[in-house]
């Protein structure tokens, strides 16, 4: 597989519209914005399209690792902030006011944090802290977990948090077209239609899943000299075997009278509003 990035199509207009709500939040002084983005399902896309905003925008980006403290979550801001500058800060104060002045020096840029379900509450408050002071607004790449978290909040902190967020953004499963352009742009053979259509089946809406199945048809294709692969070489050479199409039964008559009297009015409901009228 090739190591390009591409721009998916179901996830772009996404990506676009929380780039543009967080880039309206700017402000110099007052509390910040947050825009959630969270996936529907592992291995989404996420982490690639908040890389490819905060390049696209030259805005800062993080990735919070599972080892995150107050001071690590600090200077790893302050290192995203001041490109080269290294964060080693004796105090948390002294790094915190450094990424304050920074932000404002630089006109609030929107703060781009992913793997946010590493956070504790803590760590969060202390963002919006940094948010609050700067006025840069913050965009959380995160999971349905921590979206719920900041949704149903459930401590004083997080209600401070949930009431800065102005935009709830899901990412969409990948697409049949998502799983095209996979394959026509980073795949190195030729991948047939009805190929790609299997694989996406089995593979679901992550995108890992996906470029693995991709990589797995790739060796396959080189090892029996194929310049191009559909789905007959694929299930030959694999050994594999089409499941076949459940088909649902035939409605019986108690369904389909169910059906045709769906959306009329209980009898006793409609003597009820012809007693009320007539009176």
């Given amino acids: 597989m090739k190591s390009d990035t591409v721009v998916l199509y179901s996830a772009a207009p996404v990506m676009a519209k929380a780039a543009k709500r967080a880039d309206a939040s700017r402000r110099q002084n007052g509390s910040c914005e947050i825009v959630l983005v969270s996936s ?33 979550l600090l200077n790893l801001l302050y290192e995203a902030i001041v490109r080269g500058g290294v964060g080693n800060f004796y105090q948390n104060f002294e790094c915190f006011n450094a990424i304050v002045r920074e932000l404002r020096d ?111 048809v790739e060796e396959v294709a080189a090892a029996a000299g194929l310049d191009r692969i559909g789905l007959a070489e694929w299930l030959s050479l694999t050994g594999q075997t089409l499941q076949p199409e459940r088909i649902a039964p035939p409605a019986t008559k108690t369904i389909a009278k169910a059906a045709s009297d769906e959306g009329k009015e209980p009898i006793n409901q409609a003597a009820i509003k012809g007693a009320v009228k007539a009176a």
Wanted: charged share 20%; hydrophobic share 45%; aromatic share 6%.
């Fill in 106 to 216: 630089l006109g609030a840029p929107p703060l781009i944090i992913d793997d946010c379900f590493r956070l504790s509450p803590r760590l969060i408050d202390v963002l919006r802290d940094c948010g609050d002071a700067s006025g840069a607004p913050l965009i959380f790449l995160c999971t349905r977990e921590l979206r719920h978290t900041l949704v149903a909040p459930k401590s004083c902190s997080m209600e401070a948090v949930t009431s800065r967020v102005v935009a709830d953004i899901e990412l969409p499963k990948l697409s049949i077209r998502d799983a095209q352009l996979f394959a026509s742009e980073l795949a190195e053979v030729e991948i047939d239609a009805r190929l790609i259509g299997h694989i996406f089946k089995t593979a679901g809406g992550s995108a890992r899943s996906l470029l693995r199945a991709y990589t797995q």
């Fill in 40 to 72: 529907l399902v592992s291995g989404c896309g996420v982490t690639t399209f908040g890389r490819q905003i905060a390049t696209l925008h030259d805005w800062p980006f993080i990735s919070c690792n599972c080892e995150m403290t107050v001071r690590a």
